[in-house]
């Protein structure tokens, strides 16, 4: 067998994977859950406990880092970021695009299923002593972070 000369994957090649990979999970995470019996809040429920802790460094920080932060990852996963502002204590975030009719049907969901995974902010903010909210707003996805 030859060896490879180079790098066998440009970093796009992965960047392009890993962003798809990232993009199945919250699908795939709901699908399990309905497949064991399980709703789709659960599921996010499960997501949010697991992730919590790993957003320590932003506790204290001023609530637009954390909607920033919350924004990066809906990017990570397909949504279309439209808008991050507020400031230390109020913050929104606005996406569009995520979840997708087509993505959700090729993981046997639906929309409105996958939907139910934006309420894994809700268990992150709580973590860091936040209240976060979403609202579907039409083609947006809504999501408020404010402090108690």
């Known amino acids: 067998m030859a060896e490879?000369?180079?790098?066998?994957f440009t970093d796009a090649d992965i960047d392009r994977q890993a962003r798809g990979n990232a993009a199945a999970l919250p699908y795939l995470m709901v699908a399990f859950a309905k497949a064991c019996g399980r709703s789709p809040a659960e599921a996010a429920a499960f997501a949010g406990r697991a992730f919590a802790p790993g957003w320590e460094e932003l506790r204290g920080q001023a609530v637009l880092a954390v909607a920033r932060t919350m924004a990066l990852n809906l990017a990570s996963c397909g949504a279309e970021v439209r808008a991050?502002?507020?400031?230390?204590?109020?913050?929104?975030?606005?996406?569009?695009?995520?979840?997708?009719?087509?993505?959700?049907a090729f993981f046997g969901v639906t929309p409105a299923d996958v939907d139910a995974f934006?309420?894994?902010?809700g268990l992150i903010g709580a973590h860091l002593g936040l209240r976060c909210e979403w609202q579907r707003a039409g083609e947006e996805v809504v999501v408020t972070v404010s402090r108690y």
């Open 118 to 121: 934006f309420d894994v902010f």
């Open 4 to 8: 490879t000369q180079g790098p066998l």
């Open 84 to 104: 991050v502002a507020g400031g230390d204590d109020r913050a929104e975030v606005r996406v569009a695009g995520y979840p997708t009719a087509e993505d959700a």
